[in-house]
C-alpha cells in the first residue's frame, strides 16, 4: 500500500444532529488527547494494512455493532483499494462521563487494484471510544465510511448522521466500451452489419485487447485493436440478422471497463 499522508487540525464546529450533538468537554483534555492518539494509531494500522494492529484497538467484548463483520469489512478494504492518501480534521471531541465522541471530517483519495482509476471521496464520520482496562479502545462507528465502506452488510450495521452525505469523485476513469449494430438491408441471413464499436470512457483501452462476435456470426470472435477515449471504429461483415441475434464486444472481459453492462447489442433493422 502506497503512502499515507495524515493532516490533523482541531476546529470545534458541528452540524450534526439527534444522538450525535453533544456537548464539548474542555476540562479534561488529558482523555481528549488519549483519544486523538488511538484514533490515529487506528490509521496507521490500516494504512499499514495490520488487521491484527488495527483490531488491537476495537473492544471485541464492548463494540456495539457486529466485531465479525467490521473485521470482513477491513479485510474487504484492505483486498479492494490501494489507498494512496487520506487527510482527516477532527471537527470536536465530546464526553459522556469517560467515553469520547470522535467527530471527523475527511477526504481520501484511493486507486482500486485493477488500476487506472483513482477516486475522491468525502465524509464525516462519528467514532466512540471508552476505556477498557486503562486504555481507550473503538467501540462504534457512525456516518459515512472512512473505514469498511467497500462491504455491503458492514455499510448496513452504520448508522446515518444526518444531513451528512458523502462526496465521490472519480478523478480519472476507465475505459468504456459501447457497440450498436443494425442490418440496414432487413433481416434474414447471411446479410451485411454494420458494427459500430466506441470508447464512451476517459481512458483509452491499452489495458486489454478488443475482441468482438456473438450469436451473429456463430460465436467466433475478432480482434480489432484497441481505441482511445471517444474513438470508434465501424465495422462492416456478414452475419445472420435473425431477431434477437447479439454483437458482443470485449465478451471474456479482458477490459476493465467503467460500465461492464452496455458491451452487448442485439441486431436491428433500419
Known amino acids: 500500500m502506497k503512502k499515507i499522508i495524515i493532516l490533523t487540525a ?7 444532529s439527534s444522538d450525535y450533538d453533544k456537548d464539548i468537554i474542555v476540562h479534561d483534555q488529558t482523555r481528549d488527547d488519549k483519544v486523538t492518539i488511538v484514533f490515529n494509531e487506528l490509521m496507521n494500522f490500516y494504512e499499514e494494512e495490520d488487521s491484527y494492529g488495527f483490531f ?8 456495539i455493532q457486529d466485531y465479525m463483520t467490521f473485521n470482513e469489512a477491513i479485510d474487504e478494504d484492505f ?10 480534521w477532527i471537527d470536536k ?14 477526504e481520501k483519495r484511493y486507486e482500486t487494484n485493477t488500476g487506472n482509476r483513482e477516486i475522491l471521496q468525502k465524509g464525516y464520520s462519528s467514532f466512540l471510544f471508552d476505556e477498557v482496562n486503562g486504555q481507550y479502545k473503538l467501540i462504534e462507528l457512525a456516518g459515512n465510511h472512512l473505514w469498511g465502506g467497500s462491504l455491503e452488510d458492514w455499510k448496513e450495521e452504520v448508522r446515518i448522521i444526518p444531513n451528512q452525505e458523502p462526496e465521490t469523485k472519480t478523478e480519472a476513469g476507465l475505459p468504456d466500451l459501447t457497440v450498436v449494430s443494425t442490418c440496414p438491408s432487413g ?3 447471411a446479410m451485411p452489419i454494420n458494427i459500430t464499436i466506441t470508447n464512451v ?3 483509452s483501452t491499452t489495458s486489454g485487447s478488443i475482441y468482438y462476435g456473438g450469436t451473429a456470426f456463430f460465436s467466433s470472435f475478432e480482434y480489432i485493436g484497441n481505441l482511445n477515449p471517444g474513438e470508434n471504429v465501424l465495422i462492416n461483415k456478414t452475419g445472420d440478422c435473425y431477431n434477437g ?4 464486444v470485449d465478451p471474456d472481459d479482458l477490459i476493465d471497463e467503467e460500465d461492464e453492462s452496455n458491451n452487448t447489442s442485439t441486431i436491428s433493422g433500419v
Not at 56 to 63: A, K, M, T
Not at 79 to 88: A, C, G, P, S, T
Open 187 to 189: 433481416f434474414g441471413g
Open 245 to 248: 441475434n447479439t454483437v458482443i
Open 79 to 88: 483486498r479492494k483499494f490501494e489507498i494512496i492518501n487520506v487527510d482527516k
Open 56 to 63: 488491537s484497538l476495537v473492544s471485541e467484548d464492548r463494540f
Open 10 to 16: 482541531l476546529v470545534f464546529s458541528l452540524y450534526a
Open 93 to 106: 471531541i465530546t464526553s459522556d462521563g469517560i467515553k469520547r465522541y470522535l467527530y471527523v471530517r475527511w
Open 201 to 203: 470512457g476517459d481512458v
